[in-house]
């Protein structure tokens, strides 16, 4: 790994997002870049606590150039779409969400790049990431 850290945009500011913020925040081998939530009193607290961009739709984060991991933290009926718009953007992907689920319900994501793209339940991918 380079001296670089991987920049991360996270798509949901709830309870998954909560979990791994301690991590974003602690470690120097992560930068927590971005930020996308539908909902704005989210929007709101996440913009008083960092000077990070923050976006209101998953698309506009994926295609943010200063992202290079989607952290998807968004309720579990839209990882799939999540993963398909962050692969389709070229982005590594940091999900909770089994890459075989993801897979398994997503016919396009092979065709999207799934091969070359990161895409493993949280805990395990920052640690394979990190070490």
Same mark, same amino acid.
């Given at each position: 790994?380079?001296?670089?850290? &991987?920049?991360?945009?996270?798509?949901?500011?709830?309870?998954?997002?909560?979990?791994?913020?301690?991590?974003?925040?602690?470690?120097?081998?992560?930068?927590?870049?971005?930020?996308?939530?539908? &909902?704005?009193?989210?929007?709101?607290?996440?913009?008083?606590?960092?000077?990070?961009?923050?976006?209101?739709?998953?698309?506009? &984060?994926?295609?943010?150039?200063?992202?290079?991991?989607?952290?998807?933290?968004?309720?579990?009926?839209?990882?799939?779409?999540?993963?398909?718009?962050?692969?389709?953007?070229?982005?590594?992907?940091?999900?909770?969400?089994?890459?075989?689920?993801?897979?398994?319900?997503?016919?396009?994501?092979?065709?999207?790049?799934?091969?070359?793209?990161?895409? &493993?339940?949280?805990?395990?991918?920052?640690?394979?990431?990190?070490?």
């Amino acid at each position: 790994m380079t001296d670089a850290a &991987l920049r991360i945009g996270t798509l949901g500011l709830g309870r998954a997002f909560t979990l791994m913020l301690p991590t974003f925040v602690s470690d120097p081998r992560v930068e927590l870049v971005a930020a996308a939530e539908p &909902l704005l009193a989210p929007r709101k607290s996440f913009a008083q606590d960092f000077t990070k961009k923050i976006y209101e739709d998953a698309e506009a &984060l994926c295609r943010d150039p200063n992202v290079d991991v989607v952290y998807i933290a968004s309720p579990h009926q839209f990882h799939v779409s999540h993963a398909e718009m962050a692969a389709a953007a070229g982005k590594h992907i940091l999900a909770f969400a089994a890459a075989s689920f993801i897979r398994m319900h997503s016919p396009r994501f092979s065709a999207i790049g799934f091969s070359t793209k990161i895409c &493993l339940p949280a805990a395990a991918a920052i640690s394979a990431w990190l070490t």
